[in-house]
């Protein structure tokens, strides 16, 4: 049974960082594409960022503007994204999420509807 376990999460002040971690068993890691996906209260979930299956390649929406970074170790069977400048905005819960088919370039237009495997999430509250 593949199992994603984010963690990481927390309340930060605005200006400030956090870096999310996600732990995964049950799958040979390094056969997924890896990504971050957030949803704020009353908002769709949407795409934050991907990562490929050797860590090669990322891939971000082009609204964060080089704050947050995915990366990933193989050894560990954990992605990471580190969240700097953080706003008020991006308060939300983030999920971790893998799949086997795609790439980190595909991962944004397929959105969540096309991943496979999912975390329960953890919350990232910005507030002053």
């Known amino acids: 049974q593949v199992q994603l376990v984010e963690s990481g999460g927390g309340l930060v002040q605005p200006g400030g960082s956090l870096r999310l971690s996600c732990e995964a068993s049950?799958?040979?890691?390094?056969?997924?594409?890896m990504g971050w996906f957030r949803q704020a209260p009353g908002k769709e979930r949407e795409f934050i960022a991907a990562?490929?299956?050797?860590?090669?390649?990322?891939d971000y929406p082009d609204f964060l503007a080089g704050r947050f970074t995915i990366d990933r170790d193989n050894a560990k069977n954990t992605i990471y994204l580190q969240m700097n400048n953080l706003k008020l905005e991006d308060t939300a819960v983030y999920y971790c999420?893998?799949?086997?088919?795609?790439?980190?370039?595909?991962?944004?237009?397929?959105?969540?509807?096309?991943?496979?495997?999912w975390g329960k999430g953890t919350l990232v509250t910005v507030s002053s």
């Open positions: 049950g799958v040979t890691f390094s056969t997924l594409t």
């Open positions: 999420a893998g799949d086997a088919r795609g790439t980190a370039q595909t991962m944004r237009v397929v959105g969540p509807d096309g991943m496979t495997y």
């Open positions: 990562i490929s299956r050797t860590g090669g390649r990322v």
